[in-house]
């Protein structure tokens, strides 16, 4: 029996389905998780120590490769003066300047620490500032797993939607628009029919939750629009694809400025650090200067803080987007044309450091294109990967992630593996 078999029988026992967050169980592929032991650059090595390429990157944040010598440093000095104070520190301040600095839409920025706590916060202030209760997110994107954020639509267009989760009262969500990605004439519609009523727009401005979905020209245009005439905010969640689709998210590759911005995963460089920002005058509705209340025992945690600091140094050196841009392309498009190759529907897409394989001859623009991905045969592909030393997201709904440690021969090596099991599909 494998280390890992044997460790995922122990966790079973006192945890939850084996795992701390689901999608790590392995439930959508099948078979049994790997345990993972430790990491370095684009390898991780499980409990059996076997290695494996790494394109889940801890689902984002390790966008420097993991254990990257100077941020493993930073986090050592650090916890040496001290784990947690409770009261202000100076690293603080440098991080939120190093945020707002970088993203011009965010003026001021509260730390948290996690996704999900971040928009959960950011939509109680839209709601606090707006004096409104509806809000509007698209089927598909995921938000963390805040109550009013776990739905998914009903059966007409503008139908309240379901909880995708047991334990969620239809009275949390009852307030929650869930639209389809991508139509923006369905978000007209819903505007002409609740437009005072809504607080804030929710999207990510490129999907990555599932698998990976860009916006069609005019999407987020439209979506900016309609909530400037509409007196709604617009809410970009960027916990995926700030600094990680590009220096300045997908706001700055797009050029549309949302009026609050959520962030995690690539700010924390691997530790918990959550965040969300925007324009002052919103922000200053936060306590204690306004009436939305927003608080966190380990909020700005230091040691936390100065994993994420200076992965935001090492993400500014000059030319770093560009290369990593570059790695995750040559690896998209490999993989696509490895699996047609071999008669295999498959594409590929990507941005920035994240890409989507999908199991179908074109690249989705919606979530129903997406739905008609081949499962089977990801699953296939998933593990015909997995035995040979790739470890990609175990779910055909996740994006991939690539690092700055992912050099030519590790893409080479990726690509060599994927020739031999698509020519298996
Ligand atoms: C991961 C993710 C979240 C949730 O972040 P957690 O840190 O897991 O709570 C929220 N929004 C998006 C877009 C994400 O990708």
Same mark, same amino acid.
């Given at each position: ?10 966790a079973c026992r006192t945890i939850p389905g084996g795992v701390n967050s689901p999608v790590r169980a392995f439930r959508s592929v099948g078979g049994s998780p790997r345990f993972i032991k430790r990491a370095q650059g684009p ?53 939120? !300047?190093a945020i707002a600095a970088r993203i011009p839409s965010i003026e001021k920025l509260r730390l948290v620490s996690s996704g999900t706590e971040a928009t959960m916060s950011a939509i109680r202030l839209a709601r606090g500032y ?6 509007v997110k698209f089927e598909g994107c995921y938000h963390g797993h805040a109550d009013s954020l776990l739905v998914k639509a009903g059966s007409g267009m503008l139908t309240f939607g379901n909880p995708t989760s047991s334990g969620?009262?239809? !009275? ?11 139509? *923006? ?28 979905? /860009? ?17 709604? *905010? ?30 995690? /995963? ?42 994420? *600091?200076?992965?935001? /140094?090492? *993400? ?9 841009? !570059? ?99």
């Amino acid at each position: 029996m494998s280390r890992n078999t044997e460790l995922f029988d122990r966790a079973c026992r006192t945890i939850p389905g084996g795992v701390n967050s689901p999608v790590r169980a392995f439930r959508s592929v099948g078979g049994s998780p790997r345990f993972i032991k430790r990491a370095q650059g684009p390898y991780v090595w499980d409990a059996d120590g076997q290695r494996y390429i790494d394109y889940v990157g801890s689902w984002g944040p390790a966008i420097l490769g993991h254990a990257h010598p100077e941020v493993i440093r930073a986090v050592q000095e650090a916890a040496v003066d001290g784990l947690s104070f409770g009261a202000p520190t100076e690293a603080e301040i440098e991080i939120a !300047e190093a945020i707002a600095a970088r993203i011009p839409s965010i003026e001021k920025l509260r730390l948290v620490s996690s996704g999900t706590e971040a928009t959960m916060s950011a939509i109680r202030l839209a709601r606090g500032y707006t004096g409104r209760s509806r809000i509007v997110k698209f089927e598909g994107c995921y938000h963390g797993h805040a109550d009013s954020l776990l739905v998914k639509a009903g059966s007409g267009m503008l139908t309240f939607g379901n909880p995708t989760s047991s334990g969620v009262p239809v !009275e949390f969500i009852q307030h929650t628009l869930v639209l389809d990605y991508n139509k *923006l004439e369905a978000v007209e519609a819903a505007f002409k029919e609740y437009g005072a009523e809504i607080a804030c727009v929710i999207v990510e401005p490129v999907a990555g939750n599932m698998n990976l979905v /860009k916006p069609l020209p005019g999407f987020l245009e439209g979506l900016r629009a309609l909530c400037t005439q509409y007196g709604a *905010l617009l809410i970009f969640d960027e916990v995926m694809t700030g600094f990680r689709a590009g220096p300045q998210g997908v706001q700055g590759l797009m050029g549309i400025t949302p009026d609050l911005t959520t962030l995690a /995963k690539v700010i924390g460089g691997g530790m918990p650090v959550g965040a969300f920002g925007g324009r002052a005058d919103i922000m200053e509705h936060i306590a204690p200067l306004g009436g939305v209340y927003q608080a966190g025992t380990l909020s700005g945690n230091p040691v936390a803080v100065a994993a994420g *600091l200076t992965t935001l /140094k090492l *993400l500014a050196e000059p030319g770093f987007y560009e290369r990593l841009s !570059e790695q995750t392309r040559k690896l998209a498009e490999g993989l696509a044309e490895r699996g047609r190759a071999a008669g295999v529907a498959v594409s590929g897409d990507y941005v920035g450091g994240m890409f989507g394989l999908y199991f179908r001859d074109a690249i989705p623009t919606t979530f129903d294109e997406m739905s008609e991905c081949n499962i089977e045969l990801f699953k296939r592909f998933f593990h015909g990967m997995l035995i040979r030393g790739v470890h990609f997201a175990p779910s055909a709904f996740e994006a991939g992630f690539v690092s700055a440690a992912h050099d030519d021969a590790v893409i080479a090596e990726t690509l060599a593996i994927a020739e031999e099991v698509f020519a298996k599909l």
